[in-house]
T-cell receptor
């Protein structure tokens, strides 16, 4: 069964450094998402992406964050200058939609980001 | 904020049916009820969704009350692998994002 994959599974970085989290969505999916989950807290929406542009973003997704789909298969989340509070599990998700009767999102296994 | 109310935790004996309730009294006519679960430290996993009618798939059954103000997710024969946080989510199909609440932490007891 197709699945969303994410790399790396764990990323450790120093405060102020740039990180890029990578995701490979399910191949025929058209909508892509990033969510994050700080340890012990709820899963929070960051950004949605469709047709090569951001369709919606949350207040969390400030100028330090950016997303890109550089080659038609990968979907990346970049944090330009990481802060301690960016430490969290980051989940990528995708969904298909056109002609589909249901709109469920499929999530990857996550990347645990630790900022020291 | 999430538009649903769920008990924070529940226990169920292995092999028995787990019935997880959800209140969504402000649901509008074209909003669907979706259920996801999150096994420890993994990504959320879609389980089932419905609009008005009861639904069943290989994972679970979803019972929606006639007034649509509440629903119940049923895992017919719970196993230890069903231990997870279960999220009841209400949204329009065209909505982009999922707004997760705190969910119900289901413990399956051996």
């Amino acid at each position: 069964e197709p699945e969303v994959t994410q790399t790396p599974s764990h990323q450790v970085t120093q405060m102020g450094q740039e990180v890029i989290l990578r995701c490979v969505p399910i191949s025929n999916h058209l909508y892509f998402y990033w969510y994050r989950q700080i340890l012990g807290q709820k899963v929070e929406f960051l950004v949605s992406f469709y047709n090569n542009e951001i369709s919606e973003k949350s207040e969390i997704f400030d100028d330090q964050f950016s997303v890109e789909r550089p080659d038609g298969s990968n979907f990346t989340l970049k944090i330009r200058s990481t802060k301690l509070e960016d430490s969290a599990m980051y989940f990528c998700a995708s969904k298909f939609v056109p002609g589909q009767s249901s709109y469920e999102q499929y999530f990857g296994p996550g990347t645990r980001l630790t900022v020291t | 904020d999430a538009k649903t109310t769920q008990p924070p935790s529940m226990d169920c004996a292995e092999g028995r049916a787990a019935n997880l309730p959800c209140n969504h009294s402000t649901i509008s006519g074209n909003e669907y009820v979706y259920w996801y679960r999150q096994i420890h430290s993994q990504g959320p996993q879609y389980i089932i969704h419905g609009l008005k009618n009861n639904e069943t798939n290989e994972m679970a059954s979803l019972i929606i009350t006639e007034d649509r103000k509440s629903s119940t997710l049923i895992l017919p024969h719970a196993t230890l692998r069903d231990t997870a946080v279960y999220y009841c989510i209400v949204h329009l199909n065209r909505d982009d994002k999922i707004i997760f609440g705190k969910g119900t932490r289901l413990h399956i007891l051996p």
